[in-house]
């Protein structure tokens, strides 16, 4: 019993540090975070910043999954839910599938094939991720019309304050 009980606690304590919140909730993005390269699913390699100015003046929502992240998997269904409730926001979707091969497949069997989809092709260390103090996926940020970060930290995408925000930002 003693045994189960401390292995349960380790469990918990591993699966807790993984989702803490970053102590600071950061606003702005810095110059190499939005330098850092992205690979669209038409295979054009560009900078966050250059996907970011695609939606100047609009609301984004950022999704960073996988589809070999069981949690991302399971998230997909309410990520649907919000980007058809919130019509007038942007949604866009980073992958951080470990190769071109499984962004392909994922992009398929989850029928994401015609959003707005990209991949980090260096993997989840790398400038943009490392500035946002990605430790778990999914991970959903809100950017703002200016580009600002208005909500930094969602782990599931029925996080009300995502659809706070949101409401904030377009005045609803």
């Given at each position: 019993?003693?045994?189960?009980?401390l292995?349960?606690?380790i469990?918990?304590?591993?699966?807790?540090?993984?989702?803490?919140?970053?102590?600071?909730?950061?606003?702005?993005?810095?110059?190499?975070?939005l330098?850092?390269?992205?690979?669209?699913?038409?295979?054009?390699?560009?900078?966050?910043?250059?996907?970011?100015?695609?939606?100047?003046?609009?609301?984004?929502?950022?999704?960073?999954?996988?589809?070999?992240?069981?949690?991302?998997?399971?998230?997909?269904?309410?990520?649907?839910?919000?980007?058809?409730?919130?019509?007038?926001?942007?949604?866009v979707?980073?992958?951080?599938?470990?190769?071109?091969?499984?962004?392909?497949?994922?992009?398929?069997?989850?029928?994401?094939?015609?959003?707005?989809?990209?991949?980090?092709?260096?993997?989840?260390?790398?400038?943009?991720?490392?500035?946002?103090?990605?430790?778990?996926?999914?991970?959903?940020?809100?950017?703002d019309?200016?580009?600002?970060?208005?909500?930094?930290?969602?782990?599931t995408?029925?996080?009300?304050?995502?659809?706070?925000?949101?409401?904030?930002?377009?005045?609803?």
């Amino acid at each position: 019993m003693k045994r189960a009980l401390l292995f349960f606690g380790i469990i918990l304590s591993g699966l807790t540090f993984a989702q803490q919140t970053p102590k600071v909730l950061k606003t702005l993005f810095t110059k190499e975070a939005l330098a850092q390269k992205i690979t669209a699913e038409n295979g054009d390699v560009m900078s966050i910043k250059d996907v970011f100015s695609k939606h100047k003046g609009k609301v984004i929502v950022l999704d960073l999954w996988a589809g070999w992240c069981r949690d991302c998997v399971l998230a997909l269904p309410k990520a649907e839910e919000l980007e058809k409730n919130n019509p007038e926001v942007h949604f866009v979707f980073f992958s951080l599938d470990r190769n071109r091969e499984g962004f392909d497949k994922s992009l398929e069997k989850f029928n994401m094939k015609g959003k707005e989809n990209y991949w980090f092709s260096e993997g989840w260390k790398n400038n943009f991720n490392n500035y946002i103090d990605l430790n778990w996926i999914p991970r959903y940020l809100v950017i703002d019309q200016k580009t600002k970060i208005a909500k930094y930290y969602a782990i599931t995408p029925d996080d009300p304050e995502i659809q706070t925000t949101i409401n904030k930002l377009l005045k609803k």
